[in-house]
């Protein structure tokens, strides 16, 4: 067709007073915008604003229910869930539906194999096309879905929150990837959460709030604060809480030369009553598999764990619970919540045991404490029996969180607590930890957003290759101290 | 509203069949044909109950139709030991029949949440090694009760049974937390672990109270029948169960699961046999019927869960 606008540039995607609805309630409400060639479009907006859902009507997985999507190029997207298949290699999944075939219809593999590995190089993850998905870290996959995405021949790429497991350095090879892309006459539509980034790597900013895009406006007019003001309406002050002096109490958990296999390699550390201890690292230094030999889900091989002075053995995720150990996952989809359930069902899953009376649930009960933390965190749904998997990414994390608290645990293990919250929520969710931290829990928050760790924390423990590489707190801890001690460089 | 609709939707269903059975057929309008209908429906309505469970926790069993004649046979092949008067040989036989029930069930439970057999070979295996050993038992021929007391075990007492089981079923399914987890564990087991439930111990225990059921089944079976086949009883009930689950709209892939569901699933499969005798309509054609039932359910749910 060849739509040009102001006769300079041409319009790849044309949405126009677009309208979608998930049974009564407007999730679209007549939202129009054009994307040019050679533009990186930032999309913004609170939890439940919309966001995903406009990114499957462009993609047809939902029917609108008024309005065009008018596009005559390859658009090539990334979900915020993983679409990935687990049983099937990396490069496998890259070509997964769009498989190279030979003569005969035979597959390709070398050539595949090959593509995929330059793929990958292009985005700086090192990651073996061969490699079976289910020996993927996260992160790791979540560079597989965006060279999924980016291998594709497209005009049009659109990204959904591709960043929030991926550390600066990561995200900062994605970004040279779009700039790269949009060079070269493409289009990219970029969701995401970290308003920093997103003024930092955009053109143009899209704001969209309940469905209504209230704003597109060139990114170099705006501040982050500004912009975070536009998706919520209102004013946005100080993103973190004031930090909580030193933990005095107690010792809760000490950790002496815990060890796991290759990936925990010897880590020491204490945990004090009421203290917050930041974990950071880079990807594969074995942050959240030190998590996950905490908890009992990865078998220690060495060293001993004390809870309150005391020796204890956990084998076990029940274990963990048992001794009050709660651990918010960074994977929420595969080992977080439950789709099928209603929010309420997912709220009292681990702590069910306290909503019993003569062995029957009392949902009056189980109900009440759903709707205090739907309150609480602000939770976008329809009730407490709404299912899970109608809520949008960070409403969904939301519930998570509050599935773990509704447990009274004494240790709370976060692995990217905010991760695809938007930024009011993520005030609320600091709001929440600090005051968690402040009734005496002790909190470890492994995080690679650096900014958040140092807002939250008081003492950081460092990991570099599966040990503890050293702790940093008052005047040393600051984003240079970590990453030298992260990457092991000498001053 | 939907809640209620999935809940309904197969009592709905069941509802209008035997409308249309009664306007067609005279003896549909006979009450005694209902109780007739219910004892037929009893016998593999119980498994069924179980068998939701199992399915409910992302399992399978296929060995519920050998379980129920190895515990049949089991019963009474060993409670004329026991001598004594009928009563106390009633007794023993029903006891003997749960027991090995449980125990097939155990056996069962423990390949697939100890050594973690995938359930679909596990049961296949347990249902040759079942059948088998039944056979053995009884020389592949029919073992005879000879025990006058079994004649108090009626028909009503078989409807009884049923409606008692499934009213214990569905309490267990929706108000304990023994059914919540169930369901957990079929949504994503995972999760369920990482969330603190003993996933194995509910595994475990899904499959050791559908033996327990086979075994009740094969008792009722037994007393009506005056003894049990070695051969020939409990042939296909696993489909059968299996069948009346999917109908009753229990998700194959676990996670969510009706009780009630699998009730009216069993009356409806048993309701459409039996018109279909009424019909005269060839017995080689009634599975033809019965299998095109079962994929127009599953449709027909498919249909919903992708409309909401
Ligand atoms: N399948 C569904 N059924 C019913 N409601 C849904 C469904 N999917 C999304 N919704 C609702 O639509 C609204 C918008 O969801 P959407 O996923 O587009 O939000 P989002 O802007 O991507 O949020 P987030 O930043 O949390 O990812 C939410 O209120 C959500 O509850
Ligand atoms: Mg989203």
């Known amino acids: 067709m060849g739509t040009m606008d102001d006769g300079r540039r041409k319009i790849l995607l044309d949405i126009d007073a677009l309208k979608c609805s998930y049974g009564a309630d407007m999730v679209l409400d007549g939202v129009s915008f054009s994307l040019h060639a050679g533009e990186i479009l930032g999309l913004v907006g609170e939890n439940g604003a919309g966001k995903s859902t406009l990114v499957k009507c462009v993609m047809k997985l939902v029917k609108p229910c008024g309005g065009r999507v008018v596009c005559d190029c390859r658009v090539a997207a990334i979900h915020q869930e993983f679409n990935l298949v687990r049983d099937l290699r990396v490069y496998e999944n890259i070509f997964l539906g769009r498989e190279l075939r030979g003569r005969c219809g035979l597959l390709r593999r070398s050539r595949m194999r090959r593509l995929a590995a330059v793929e990958l190089e292009k985005l700086g993850a090192a990651v073996d096309p061969d490699a079976k998905l289910t020996d993927l870290s996260i992160s790791e996959r979540q560079m597989v879905e965006i060279a999924k995405a980016t291998i594709v021949d497209s005009a049009v790429l659109i990204m959904d929150e591709p960043s929030t497991l991926l550390n600066a350095e990561e995200t900062g090879r994605l970004f040279a990837v779009m700039r790269g892309f949009r060079d070269a006459g493409g289009a990219v539509i970029y969701i995401s959460h970290k308003l920093g980034e997103v003024l930092a790597v955009c053109d143009r900013v899209a704001v969209l709030r309940d469905g209504v895009l209230v704003d597109v406006s060139p990114s170099g007019a705006l501040t982050p604060v500004e912009l975070a003001g536009k998706m919520v309406g209102r004013e946005l002050t100080c993103l973190f809480p004031a930090k909580l002096p030193p933990a005095e109490g107690e010792w809760v958990m000490k950790a002496e030369d815990v060890r796991a296999g290759a990936a925990v390699r010897g880590v020491s550390f204490e945990l004090r009553r009421g203290g917050i201890l930041g974990i950071a690292g880079l990807a594969g230094s074995g942050r959240s598999e030190l998590a996950e030999t905490i908890c009992g889900i990865r078998r220690m091989t060495g060293g001993t764990l004390r809870l309150f002075g005391r020796a204890v053995k956990i084998t076990s995720a029940s274990d963990a619970a048992a001794h009050g150990i709660a651990f918010l996952t960074e994977d929420r989809q595969e080992s977080g919540i439950l789709g099928d359930f209603t929010v309420a069902e997912n709220v009292t899953l681990s702590s069910l045991r306290r909503y019993l009376s003569c062995g029957f649930i009392r949902f009056g009960r189980e109900n009440a404490a759903a709707a205090d933390y739907i309150g609480k965190f602000g939770v976008k749904c329809r009730g407490t029996g709404d299912l899970l998997r109608n809520l949008s990414g960070g409403n969904q994390q939301k519930v998570a969180i509050a599935k773990n608290l509704d447990n009274r645990p004494h240790v709370f293990i976060f692995d990217e607590p905010t991760r695809g919250v938007d930024v009011a929520a993520r005030r609320d969710i600091y709001d929440f930890i600090h005051d968690l931290a402040a009734s005496g829990v002790a909190c470890l928050m492994i995080c690679s957003d650096l900014e958040e760790l140092l807002g939250m924390c008081g003492r950081v423990m460092v990991m570099r290759e599966g040990r503890t590489a050293g702790f940093l707190s008052g005047g040393e801890l600051n984003e240079q101290e970590i990453i030298y001690l992260a990457t092991g460089v000498e001053r | ?308």
């Open chain 2, 1 to 308: 509203m939907r809640k209620i609709f999935g809940v309904l939707g197969p009592w709905l269903a069941l509802a209008l069949l035997l409308a249309v059975c009664m306007i067609g057929e005279a003896s549909f309008r006979n009450p005694m044909n209902y109780v007739m209908l219910g004892r037929q429906a009893a016998y593999t309505g119980i498994i069924a109950l179980g068998m939701t469970l199992v399915i409910a926790a992302g399992g399978i069993d296929l060995s519920v139709g050998s379980l129920f004649a190895l515990s049949g046979v089991t019963a009474l092949e060993l409670a004329p030991e026991f001598g004594g008067s009928p009563g106390i040989g009633l007794l023993a036989a029903a006891v003997l029949a749960v027991g090995a029930g449980l125990l097939g069930g155990a056996v069962n439970g423990a390949l697939v949440a100890v050594w973690k057999v995938p359930p679909f070979i596990a049961t296949l295996g347990t249902m040759s090694i079942f059948r088998s050993l039944g056979l053995y038992f009884a020389d592949a021929g029919r073992v005879a009760a000879d025990n006058p007391a079994f004649s108090l075990v009626s028909g009503d007492v078989t409807i009884a049974m049923l409606v008692g089981f499934a009213a214990l079923f569905t309490v267990m399914l929706n108000l304990t937390a023994f059914g919540r987890h169930v369901c957990a564990v079929g949504s994503n087991e995972k999760v369920a672990l990482y969330s603190g439930i003993h996933t194995g111990r509910i595994k475990f225990m899904t499959y050791l109270l559908t033996g327990g059921l086979c075994g009740v089944s094969a008792m009722l079976w037994s007393a009506r029948l005056n003894g049990i086949s070695s051969s020939g009883d409990g042939m296909g009930y696993e489909l059968d169960a299996i069948a009346a689950v999917i109908v009753g709209g229990t998700s194959m892939s676990g996670g969510r699961a009706s009780m009630s569901g699998t009730l009216a699933g069993v009356l409806l499969l048993v309701t459409i046999s039996s018109a279909l005798v009424a019909w005269g309509v060839s017995p080689n054609l009634q599975n033809t019927v019965k299998g095109a039932v079962i994929i127009i359910a599953v449709l027909f749910q498919y249909k919903k869960g992708v409309g909401k």
